[in-house]
């Protein structure tokens, strides 16, 4: 059967480059890296190059560069290793975050501290001035994600970090700058100094290196206090054995990233958007402008989300949806529901993300395959 | 999608559901909807004479298992009296389905309230 996988903002595939990269060294150059011998340095130094080709796509210095083991772990080490050495302290973040910074945060409060969680209008855009309003005394941490991993919906991250950095002229306790750039990486500016953040989360395997691997750039001079606590490796903040393959594969993937095609994604998802919206009742789901280029979002009147996939998988596409039925908790998308979805636009939402390898008769094939399977649902809901 | 191990059974109602669509003449009519997750059913039961299910049939917004087990509580009622069909237990469809996801359990649950609503109203009727 056909295999069309429209599912990058879930993963990508390991870069056949970065593969060949990573390969020595789960077989060959395999010792320690904290190991003083030939072979632990040789391994040590092909850290080090990771480490300074993060820091060279982030426009950072390699001291700034904090290899973990996943995106989820950057995020928990920035808010609660941030907040945590702080009294009473005051998060601003955003309610389209994703839950490894939305928990955090929960958490933050759960021990004491105060969270605001920003609203987003109906494109999933947060309002500045609400920001601005949002600050307090006690305000000790800003984080907004660049990119919206669901709607695709890119926020204001230099205008924040412009705001933030004009009221911490003024203030004795600074505010800190945290963004959640996962989704970002592939597509847009990460110059840490044009962002203005002190501290920003990278994964591997959205940007077509290895799972298992993510970063956090933490700005020169910031305190985080250790979640865990081993062998005092990458700072002390996320210690551990080096991992060095996938730490060498999340260097190689960042690098590649200079080549990235923004402009060629984004006509085939454009192309994409144009044939879906054709179906009746169907709906696309946050911006046009300001949108990640691989990203899509639609509803479809009639259809449930995740029958919807599993119909479209049974096809040999593979896609995602945000519909309460696929989640655990059996909620809706808290995406979708802070954009002023109804329920039943959540119930049906379908996110269909393209990437690096996806070719227009992928996208033939989809647009070809999807009529079918929304028509076949709504024989069944009689809707 | 988390939990998606359906058992082959399960996915076989789903693809091809047998009991779909509306039925017109119906004498009994039920609805139930899961306001949580947002999905709804509807059953629709033709009696024989002597008050036996003779033919049932659904119609569903919901995902694979709410479909799924739409479709088999209907096989399964079919045939029953409206009192032996009422006694089906979400335990049961969720057995004839040979398994069901654990987060998926509670559609059963829906299904047995749309079959149990469809035979209240003959009650009611009363």
């Known amino acids: 059967m056909k295999e069309v996988y429209l599912d990058y903002a879930a993963s990508t595939p390991l870069d056949e480059g970065v593969l060949e990269k990573m390969r020595p060294f789960f077989t060959k150059k395999y010792a320690n890296p904290s190991s003083i011998h030939k072979m632990g340095r040789d391994a040590s130094l092909a850290i080090g190059e990771a480490r ?14 904090i290899f973990t083991g996943s995106a989820t772990q950057a995020n928990n080490g920035a808010i609660l290793g941030y907040l945590r050495g702080i009294k009473n302290p005051h998060i601003i973040t955003t309610k389209i975050e994703h839950e490894a910074v939305l928990l955090p945060s929960k958490k933050i409060e759960e021990e004491g501290g105060e969270v605001t969680f920003l609203k987003v209008d109906k494109k999933g855009r947060i309002d500045l001035e609400e920001l601005r309003e949002s600050i307090k005394e006690n305000t000790a941490m800003v984080s907004i994600m660049y990119a919206s991993n669901e709607v695709g919906v890119i926020e204001p991250i230099e205008k924040v970090g412009e705001i933030i950095e004009e009221i911490n002229k003024k203030r004795e306790r600074k505010i800190v700058f945290h963004t959640d750039a996962v989704q970002a990486a592939g597509y847009l500016n990460c110059n840490v100094k044009d962002l203005k953040v002190d501290l920003l989360t990278l994964s591997g395997h959205k940007i077509y290196g290895p799972k298992g691997v993510g970063v956090l750039f933490k700005k020169e001079g910031l305190n985080l206090s250790p979640l865990f606590f081993g062998g005092g490796q990458e700072k002390g903040i996320s210690p551990g054995t080096y991992n060095t393959p996938l730490i060498v594969g999340m260097g190689e993937a960042v690098s590649l990233l200079k080549n990235k095609k923004g402009k060629e994604t984004e006509k085939l998802r454009d192309y994409l958007i144009e044939g879906v919206l054709k179906i009746e009742g169907a709906s696309l789901n946050g911006p046009m402008e300001k949108r990640l280029p691989n990203n899509a979002n639609f509803s479809f009147k009639g259809v449930e989300g995740e029958s919807l996939v599993l119909g479209l998988d049974s096809k040999g596409v593979a896609v995602s949806t945000g519909s309460a039925c696929s989640s655990h908790s059996l ?33 033939d094939y989809f647009l070809e395959v999807l009529p079918g399977t929304i028509k076949r649902l709504r024989e069944i809901s009689g809707k | 999608m988390k939990n998606a191990n359906y058992s082959k059974k399960a996915l076989d109602h ?14 009994l009519v039920g609805y139930a909807g899961n306001p949580q997750c947002g999905d709804t059913m509807k059953i629709f039961l033709k009696l024989n004479k002597d008050g036996t299910i003779s033919k049932a ?22 045939g ?18 040979g398994t069901l996801p654990e987060n998926k359990v509670h559609c059963a649950d829906l299904a047995n309230k749309a079959l149990i609503s469809a035979i209240k109203k003959n009650e009611e009727k009363r």
Do not use: W
């Open chain 1, 331 to 363: 909620k809706p998308s808290h995406v979708l529901m802070a954009m002023g979805l109804s329920r039943e636009e959540a119930h049906s939402s379908l996110r269909v993300s393209i990437g690096r390898m996806t070719t227009k008769e992928e996208i």
């Open chain 1, 52 to 65: 300074e080709k993060v820091a060279s796509f982030l426009s950072a210095s390699p001291e700034e560069v």
């Open chain 2, 80 to 97: 029953k009296s409206l009192e032996e069909a009422s006694r089906i237990t979400k335990e049961e469809v969720v057995k004839a389905l």
């Open chain 2, 14 to 27: 789903f693809f091809n559901p047998k009991n779909l669509g509306e039925m017109k003449g119906a004498d």
């Open chain 2, 57 to 78: 049939s659904f119609q569903t917004l919901g995902c694979a298992a709410a479909i799924a087990t739409s479709d088999i509580i209907c096989q399964m009622a079919e």
